[in-house]
Nanobody
Framework: QMQLVESGGGSVQAGGSLRLSCAAS???????????MGWFRQAPGKGLAGVEA???????TYAGSVKGRFTISADNAKNTVYLEMNTLKPEDTDMYYC?????????????????????WGQGTLVTVSS
């Protein structure tokens, strides 16, 4: 069973930056490697939305709303992904969740399957004030 632990959320003013981290661990190393990891967001009472994801080939997929502002990266040795969030806007305010999959196809397919993924972190809150 894989576990994901997120960190790095917080409150910033518009135009500021945050860096989210998501570390994956499993009961045994044979349960890894991971094929895809990525970030999703969800506001209270609203649906899940993909933010950015990366697959084991290094292919990245991102939502149009974060293009040029957010960047996902992966440290495969640490089974950790990061989301560098720059030029934050008040509309970026949400709970952000990390997800992972052992077999995802590619990062684009992974982003579209948010509601069907099994492995999630606990979430980290990002609040951007104007």
């Amino acid at each position: 069973q894989m576990q994901l632990v997120e960190s790095g959320g917080g409150s910033v003013q518009a135009g500021g930056s945050l860096r989210l981290s998501c570390a994956a661990s499993a009961a045994s190393d044979s349960a890894l490697p991971i094929d895809c990891m990525g970030w999703f967001r969800q506001a209270p009472g609203k649906g899940l939305a993909g933010v950015e994801a990366i697959d084991s080939d290094g292919l990245k997929t991102y939502a149009g709303s974060v293009k040029g502002r957010f960047t996902i990266s992966a440290d495969n040795a640490k089974n950790t992904v990061y989301l560098e969030m720059n030029t934050l806007k008040p509309e970026d305010t949400d709970m952000y969740y990390c997800a992972a999959d052992y077999s995802c196809g590619n990062s684009g397919y992974f982003m579209g399957r948010g509601n069907y993924l099994d492995t999630w972190g606990q979430g980290t809150l990002v609040t951007v004030s104007s």
